[in-house]
C-alpha cells in the first residue's frame, strides 16, 4: 500500500472504478423515477441542513449533479455589501460534492432496487476538502455543480464550482469523501 504525500490517504484506498464492468440499462423507467424522487428527498428534505440552506436539486446528470439556491438575508456574510457567507459556499460546494458521490454510486450499481441504493449511503462522509474563494458571492441565485473525479472502494473524489446567475465563478473546491 503506497501512501499519498499529499493526503495520507493509501492507494488501495482509491481503487479506479471507471473502466470497473458495469450493468447497464438494467434499471427500468419507473425504478430509475423511484431512486430520483429518493435522492430528492433525501438531498432537499432528509439533509435538514441543505433544506435550511434552501439548496435545491437542479439536475442529476451522468457526468455531473447541479444544485440551485436563492440569495437570502440570512446567508449573508458582510452586511455591508450584502456578499454570500464563506462558510455557506464551502457547504454547498461539499453538499453538491457528496451528492455526485450518491449519484455516481447509483449509477455504477444499476442492477439494485432504490432501497438497495439507498442503503449504501449510510457511510457517506466528507473525508477532507479544499475549497478557493475566487470572487465575491454576488448574485441572486448560485449554481453549484460536482463531480466525480475518481470513485473507488473506500474513497471518492471530486470536483465542484459555485457560480451565480450571470455564470460569473464564484468558487471551486476539490473534495475527498468515505464510500464504505
Known amino acids: 500500500m503506497k501512501e499519498s504525500e499529499n493526503s495520507g490517504i493509501?492507494?488501495?484506498?482509491?481503487?479506479?472504478?471507471?473502466?470497473?464492468?458495469?450493468?447497464?440499462?438494467?434499471?427500468?423507467?419507473?425504478?430509475?423515477?423511484k431512486?430520483?424522487?429518493?435522492?430528492?428527498?433525501?438531498?432537499?428534505?432528509?439533509?435538514?441542513?441543505?433544506?435550511f440552506?434552501?439548496?435545491?436539486?437542479?439536475?442529476?446528470?451522468?457526468?455531473?449533479?447541479?444544485?440551485?439556491?436563492?440569495m437570502r438575508p440570512e446567508l449573508v456574510g458582510h452586511y455591508l455589501y450584502g456578499r454570500l457567507h464563506g462558510g455557506v459556499i464551502s457547504s454547498?460546494?461539499?453538499?453538491?460534492?457528496?451528492?455526485a458521490v450518491i449519484w455516481k454510486i447509483a449509477e455504477f450499481y444499476k442492477s439494485e432496487s432504490t432501497l438497495e441504493i439507498m442503503s449504501r449511503f449510510r457511510h457517506l462522509g466528507t473525508v477532507?476538502?479544499?475549497?478557493d474563494y475566487l470572487r465575491q458571492g454576488i448574485g441572486e441565485t448560485f449554481y453549484a455543480e460536482a463531480?466525480?473525479?475518481?470513485?473507488?472502494?473506500?474513497i471518492a473524489a471530486t470536483s465542484?464550482?459555485?457560480?451565480n446567475?450571470?455564470?460569473?465563478?464564484?468558487?471551486?473546491?476539490?473534495?475527498?469523501?468515505?464510500?464504505?
Not at 493509501?10 to 423515477?33: G, Q, W
Not at 442529476?60 to 447541479?66: G, P, S
Not at 446567475?165 to 464504505?180: D, K, M
Open 10 to 33: 493509501k492507494s488501495d484506498d482509491v481503487e479506479d472504478r471507471s473502466d470497473a464492468v458495469k450493468s447497464t440499462d438494467l434499471r427500468s423507467p419507473a425504478e430509475n423515477e
Open 35 to 51: 431512486l430520483i424522487d429518493a435522492v430528492t428527498d433525501l438531498f432537499e428534505n432528509r439533509i435538514t441542513f441543505n433544506g
Open 53 to 70: 440552506l434552501g439548496f435545491r436539486l437542479e439536475a442529476l446528470q451522468a457526468d455531473k449533479v447541479i444544485i440551485q439556491f436563492p
Open 92 to 99: 454547498v460546494l461539499d453538499a453538491t460534492g457528496g451528492l
Open 128 to 131: 477532507d476538502m479544499r475549497v
Open 147 to 154: 463531480e466525480v473525479v475518481r470513485l473507488g472502494r473506500r
Open 160 to 163: 465542484m464550482r459555485l457560480r
Open 165 to 180: 446567475e450571470e455564470n460569473v465563478l464564484i468558487a471551486t473546491g476539490n473534495a475527498n469523501y468515505i464510500v464504505s
